[in-house]
């Protein structure tokens, strides 16, 4: 209990008696007062390094993160609470798409690369960032080519995110330990899709220049004014901790209750007799048959525990998890007093939580195949058609839920039979009443511009009239009105030579 706030003191205790500070090489004074009010240590660096407002410390960060992967995969608790949104967010596929036939093919190569295997490895990375809160992608580009491939660093091993000096929310890059346990510090360039002089000033365009790669960098539950992402499960660890510890308690409590004991009663019997009575009679077995004369009674005594108090405290401590992770109790093998029309409404706000996370993942993809796209440009020497609409990726992903198709479609019908009738009656207007056509035709998957679909029912129209016209048919020997009047053929009307007498 109390798994990671009792880690935390620990290393609170042990920081700061650890705690010394190293004069800067440049110990000339700044001149920025605010950042001399900022820190009332000026012209001293902490060894921990760069600790940022809204923060954890390093050694807590890293906690949090060895913390989180530890419950993940140790309480089921927790594991459900990160595996529900990934297998909802991936469960039926993701895939990339844009109009120009070459970057669909750039995209397709990239997404199947066998180093990249993004439909293999995007449930770690979704999975990943939930439990670490941070992610960081470097790419390892072909300059000829263009092809890029995604790298991983475990985000124990990042000791810094910069930010950018003029701007505290903009992470300009990243620097972590080498994966071979030496010791040795890289720092790589978080790739933005736009010219650096369009984003950064010159000294921070400097500062990215001295950096050694490339890199993609993501965070969640992070503030503005903070640089390290967190953990979904931060604020639960202590929690999902407690409740293990019930369930726990539980089992052993049901261990006691099959516990049996025999009570034997010897009356008149001295000690010794009492004693070589319990040594040489075993206990009973099953189903078996004792005899016995009057001083003896034989009672079999089991335990009285009470369980129910327990499991309401149990159920307490989960539905709080739950609730903090907008996941509702009946998602977890607890259907209680829910029933059909409740598990539907209690549904809505988890989706939404699952929908803001899948629009983050959305933009996360869109931004790396952008990235992709521009560089097998640059390496074609047409960098420039980047800004074209035709270059530029869409993540798709699938519905989260099973639309229930035969609610939506008799809302559909009110809604139109009700703006039918409000356009008959002057109350509204035609493209109003299309307008709400097309907001009910939505959740069926239709989604049209309303202006435009009005055009294009009003040409039906026009089309459906001229062909719905009726023309009066042609009478025999009678030529269509506008028309010129054809020659009659030899031998029929008037003869084209006059007659001799």
Request: overall charge negative; proline content about 7%; aromatic content about 6%.
């Amino acid at each position: 209990m109390r798994l990671f706030n009792a880690t935390r003191r620990a290393v609170a205790v042990a920081a700061r008696a650890a705690a010394r500070f190293v004069e800067a090489a440049d110990d000339t004074p700044t001149a920025d007062p605010a950042a001399a009010s900022r820190d009332n240590d000026n012209g001293w660096t902490r060894l921990s390094g760069r600790v940022g407002e809204r923060d954890l410390m390093p050694m807590d960060q890293q906690r949090m993160q060895e913390l989180a992967a530890y419950v993940w995969e140790a309480n089921p608790l927790a594991n459900r609470m990160i595996e529900l949104p990934v297998s909802f967010l991936l469960g039926e596929g993701v895939r990339l798409e844009v109009d120009a036939t070459d970057a669909q093919e750039w995209l397709e190569k990239f997404w199947n690369h066998p180093l990249n295997a993004m439909d293999i490895n995007l449930v770690s990375h979704v999975r990943e960032l939930a439990i670490f809160g941070e992610q960081c992608w470097p790419v390892i580009r072909n300059e000829v080519t263009g092809q890029v491939i995604l790298g991983k660093v475990d985000p124990a091993r990042i000791t810094a995110v910069i930010t950018d000096p003029d701007n505290d929310a903009v992470v300009i890059g990243v620097e972590a330990r080498n994966s071979r346990g030496d010791g040795a510090l890289r720092t790589w360039r978080v790739i933005y899709a736009a010219e650096e002089a369009e984003l950064f000033s010159p000294a921070t365009i400097a500062l990215r220049e001295a950096m050694d790669g490339d890199c993609f960098f993501f965070r969640i539950n992070s503030l503005s004014s903070g640089v390290r992402g967190r953990s979904d499960l931060l604020a639960a660890i202590d929690h999902v901790d407690a409740h293990e510890q019930l369930m726990f308690g539980e089992v052993e409590r049901s261990v006691v209750l099959r516990s049996v004991s025999w009570d034997v009663k010897m009356t008149g019997a001295t000690q010794e007799q009492i004693d070589e009575r319990a040594r040489t009679t075993p206990a009973p077995s099953p189903l078996s048959v004792r005899f016995h004369n009057e001083a003896e009674e034989w009672e079999l005594l089991t335990p009285t525990l009470n369980s129910a108090d327990a499991g309401e405290a149990t159920r307490l401590v989960r539905n709080h998890v739950l609730g903090g992770a907008s996941i509702p109790q009946h998602w977890m093998a607890d259907g209680g007093d829910v029933n059909l029309a409740t598990a539907s409404s209690m549904g809505e706000p988890t989706y939404k939580v699952f929908t803001q996370r899948q629009r983050l993942w959305r933009a996360i993809l869109e931004d790396v195949a952008g990235y992709v796209v521009r560089s097998r440009l640059l390496a074609l020497g047409v960098s420039d058609r980047a800004a074209e609409p035709a270059y530029r990726p869409r993540a798709i992903f699938p519905e989260l839920t099973a639309k229930d198709i035969a609610k939506f479609s008799t809302v559909f019908g009110q809604v139109v039979m009700g703006a039918a009738q409000a356009v008959q009656a002057n109350m509204l207007s035609i493209e109003s009443a299309v307008r709400l056509v097309v907001t009910a035709a939505a959740p069926l998957g239709l989604e049209v511009d309303p202006l435009e679909e009005l055009g294009k029912a009003a040409a039906e129209l026009a089309r459906r009239n001229e062909e719905d016209a009726f023309v009066d048919p042609p009478l025999p020997g009678i030529p269509p009105a506008g028309s010129t009047p054809a020659s009659p053929p030899p031998g029929i009307g008037i003869d084209p030579q006059p007659r001799v007498p």
